[in-house]
């Protein structure tokens, strides 16, 4: 569901006891078939090589998405310990032992046949959908006669060979208003005058055209070609920008508004995105806290938002932390997750703390799964299942050698302050948790879980 080209391997059984009942055999192919775009079981040593190429050319092909490869254990070890586990040294005398000594030594044989003879190493041949001409001048037509033009650009429009500069330069010399979602936030950076972030079904209701792109963004690169010139009224924009200003100056009245206990989740998270810096990758992690960060956090750049995707995964955080942290070791990685969501990622603080992995994770602990309980206790009249605990993640992430810092409403004129010293803390090597105590707003009231 999130189109990710995701190689996934699996061992299984040897090929001479496959669908026999061997120890821990199981019909993989059956389960992954309709989750993945390729599924291939290894049968000989020599199609290793070709059958990981094709997988992960499926991968990255087309609408990306994972695949799986299947290698039973005889396929991946040396010669002499296959032929010494299948074969006997001492050849039978009776009828009965030679034939079977003759079906195990071919299959040996057949297992290793052409094992050693070179494979392709070449470039992957892959298959990137590319939109036609015909297709393109189609659209320069209908958005050059538009007067209300709106662009939403969705995750794939990231996806390779448009890097994302040249997938940014193409917005910016379009010239249309647009609202970016997924993996595409951040494209514009923190503050453009293209990026609209507010009051979106408002104005897809206003638009004449919409320009739905979650294609890749090789199609954008050849609209803007094609619009060379064209520009719009400027009143347009202006309109979506006065509605943009207008919904997050009642964030700010949100934020000043007092909760029963504890610190407001809205002004936390507007002190957040202050203290944010421009190297920073936001990972996000959680349902209620999360998604009011949406609202309020502008990542720095392209490439720098990740979260749990069309599926709503919970427990992804920690996963993409360590993905991002590696792949980018000079960023900064702010992981923000609601308290029930911290539950799958805690014990990982125990792998960043050996591999020494520094990243920080801000936990809005509201105790309880609120997103659900904003829609069961209206609709049930009973909070039954959705209440946790104000915890002390900190000390439990302590426990496993990470820092931990606490905020609440002891402490709520220190939040930047806090901030900063968990940063300092990462940049000297630290894994760090900072356990943020909250109370409920009515900001997302209304919101429903599905």
């Not at 299984?12 to 992954?32: E, F, H, K, P, Y």
């Not at 209908?142 to 429009?157: D, E, N, T």
């Not at 007092?258 to 944010?276: C, D, F, I, K, S």
Request: hydrophobic share 45%; glycine share 8%.
């Amino acid at each position: 569901m999130a189109q990710s080209p995701v190689l996934l391997l699996g061992g299984a059984a040897s090929t001479l006891l496959q669908n026999r009942g061997a120890l821990q055999a199981i019909d993989q192919m059956s389960l992954l078939r309709p989750l993945c775009k390729f599924c291939a079981s290894v049968k000989r040593v020599r199609d290793i090589m070709p059958t990981l190429r094709a997988a992960m050319a499926a991968a990255q092909s087309g609408t990306p998405g994972p695949v799986f490869v299947e290698l039973p254990i005889d396929v991946l070890y040396p010669y002499f310990m296959v032929q010494k586990q299948i074969v006997s040294t001492t050849q039978p005398k009776n009828i009965m032992g030679q034939i079977v000594f003759w079906y195990l030594d071919n299959h040996l044989a057949n297992l290793f046949a052409g094992a050693w003879e070179p494979q392709c190493e070449g470039p992957l041949p892959l298959d990137i959908p590319q939109a036609s001409p015909q297709q393109v001048q189609r659209c320069v037509e209908i958005l050059s006669r538009a007067k209300r033009p709106l662009l939403v650009l969705g995750s794939q429009a990231l996806l390779p060979p448009t890097p994302a500069d040249k997938l940014r330069a193409a917005v910016e010399t379009l010239g249309v208003p647009c609202f970016l979602a997924g993996m595409a936030r951040g494209l514009l950076g923190r503050r453009h005058p293209l990026h609209i972030r507010q009051e979106r079904s408002a104005a897809l209701k206003k638009a004449d055209v919409v320009l739905l792109a979650g294609d890749v963004g090789s199609f954008m690169v050849k609209l803007k070609e094609g619009l060379q010139g064209q520009t719009w009224a400027s009143d347009w924009a202006e309109e979506l920008r006065q509605a943009d200003q207008k919904k997050e100056q009642s964030f700010w009245e949100k934020a000043v508004m007092p909760v029963a206990q504890h610190l407001n989740p809205v002004r936390v998270l507007q002190l957040v995105e202050e203290t944010l810096p421009d190297n920073s990758i936001l990972v996000m992690d959680g349902g209620d806290f999360v998604g009011t960060a949406a609202y309020l956090l502008r990542p720095r750049g392209p490439l720098c938002w990740l979260d749990p995707g069309a599926f709503g995964t919970l427990g992804v955080g920690a996963g993409f932390a360590l993905g991002a942290k590696l792949c980018r070791p000079d960023a900064e990685v702010w992981c923000l997750f609601g308290d029930g969501a911290f539950g799958y990622s805690l014990i990982e603080f125990d792998t960043f703390v050996r591999h020494k992995i520094p990243v920080m994770a801000l936990i809005g602990n509201d105790a309880g799964w609120t997103q659900i309980s904003r829609e069961q206790v209206p609709s049930l009249g009973s909070n039954v299942a959705c209440g946790l605990a104000y915890t002390d993640y900190h000390k439990a992430a302590m426990g496993l050698g990470a820092q931990g810092l606490l905020l609440s409403r002891e402490n709520e004129d220190q939040v930047v302050k806090v901030l900063r010293d968990a940063q300092q803390q990462c940049r000297d090597g630290h894994p760090v948790v900072v356990n943020i105590l909250i109370g409920r707003t009515d900001f997302r009231d209304g919101s429903i879980a599905m």
